[in-house]
């Protein structure tokens, strides 16, 4: 027999009298109110949506044809709530709180590795769900994005040099692979940089939730977990948080056992995350994650500054892993460093440009072309007539 219509609005109060409990408590931390810039709150009416391109445990992504009568001069996605949330009051509110939570962040910043937020549905979507029945008012309208990260290093992995490319092409190649990497994890470095110098705690950092727009610079998005921690001196200092949230691959030992943490749980994700960018390997491998025995083992060929900053953020002890600020000062200076060695390379290798002092280990620079051929078993070249010395 069905609950009665009063059962259902007693229910339906009830829940409602939890909405600016959950809401307002996600936010009554925040110091990013005054940052928020107006976000337009675009009528679900005036969307033309498109197919659906993902879709998560609790929302789905899809493309926008058009919004009103506007010429759409970039691509959009709209991210809202999935049916299966939709059609379970008491999931419902916790969902959406996330989704106005997440909507609230991105309204507050503005950078360039972090996603755009460019309309939503308004901040009162949950009150519109139980007193209005608009079920479909409860999305986030956000900039596209070409990829993420994951079909990005499936790309970087088919592009490696072939073993029948000339020397000197081959390491132009692997050059730019490393180059495209780099510029990567120093985009991620930036973004994080930015959210924590206003307390975001992103909380679910993967390659999933990390993209390219169509010029390539990368885009951290996904902010459904992500949290506005309290100010405070001690820079040590942890809270109590919801424990085991993220992605175990690149969750932090704290948040998985169930400890007090703070933004160095990011840091610790951004350290496998960048061991994975720049090698291409998978931190962890295999279905048990054991963290006291990283297999992410740091390889020897990166800078000792690179390898050391990588290595303080893996470490166990969050008060050993340093802050965003440290991490894009190093790996900018490591960088640097790298491009000048590069140029140097560059210049002294110009009187080879094919590469061919590295075939056979035999430096032809400054050797005789009879020399060369009498090194390689071949007979000696001659002179014709019109190329006689005069």
């Known amino acids: 027999m069905p609950p009665s219509t009063e059962t259902n609005k007693n229910a339906q109060l009830e829940i ?35 197919r659906e391109l993902g879709a998560g445990s609790f929302s789905c992504a899809y493309e926008i044809k058009s919004i009103g009568k506007k010429v759409m001069t970039q691509q959009y996605i709209m991210k809202k709530l999935s049916a299966k949330v939709v059609a379970n009051p008491l999931l419902f509110v916790a969902c959406a709180a996330d989704l106005i939570n997440e909507g609230r962040i991105l309204a507050a910043i503005q950078h360039p590795n972090v996603v755009q937020l460019r309309g939503w549905s308004g ?14 008012k409860c999305y986030l309208i956000m900039d596209r994005l070409d990829q993420n990260m994951e079909t990005k290093l499936v790309q970087w992995k088919e592009s490696k040099p072939s073993m029948w490319n000339l020397p000197s092409k081959r390491k132009q190649l692997e050059d730019d692979l490393k180059r495209e990497r780099y510029t990567g994890i120093i985009h991620l470095a930036r973004g994080l940089e930015h959210l924590h110098q206003h307390n975001v705690l992103h909380r679910d950092l993967k390659p999933g939730n990390i993209g390219f727009d169509a010029s390539g610079t990368l885009k951290i998005f996904d902010f459904d977990l992500a949290r506005v921690l309290p100010k405070s001196d001690d820079k040590d200092a942890t809270f109590q948080l919801t424990a085991k949230v993220g992605s175990p691959r690149y969750m932090a030992p704290e948040v998985v056992g169930g400890e007090s943490y703070n933004l160095k749980a990011d840091v610790y994700s951004f350290g496998l995350l960048a061991y994975q960018i720049l090698t291409g390997k998978t931190p962890f491998k295999g279905i048990q994650f054991d963290w006291s025995k990283s297999n992410s083992k ?6 000792s500054d690179t390898r050391l900053v990588m290595e303080q953020c893996q470490s166990k002890n969050h008060k050993e892993r340093p802050t965003m600020v440290i991490c894009v000062q190093e790996l900018e200076l490591a960088n640097k460093f790298a491009a000048s060695k590069n140029d140097e390379t560059t210049q002294e290798s110009s009187s080879d440009p094919f590469g061919l002092g590295n075939m056979c280990g035999v430096n032809v620079c400054g050797v005789g072309m009879d020399d060369f051929n009498e090194m390689l078993g071949l007979a000696p070249t001659t002179a014709s007539d019109d190329e006689s010395p005069q």
Request: proline share 7%; no cysteine; net charge negative.
């Open 16 to 50: 409602l009298s939890r909405v600016d409990e959950i809401v307002k408590g996600r936010a009554k931390t925040t110091e990013l109110i005054s940052l928020q810039k107006p976000i337009p709150v675009l009528d679900y009416s005036d969307v033309v949506v498109g």
């Open 123 to 136: 901040p009162n979507m949950i009150e519109d769900y139980f007193q209005h029945s608009q079920r479909e």
């Open 298 to 303: 740091i390889p020897k060929t990166w800078t």
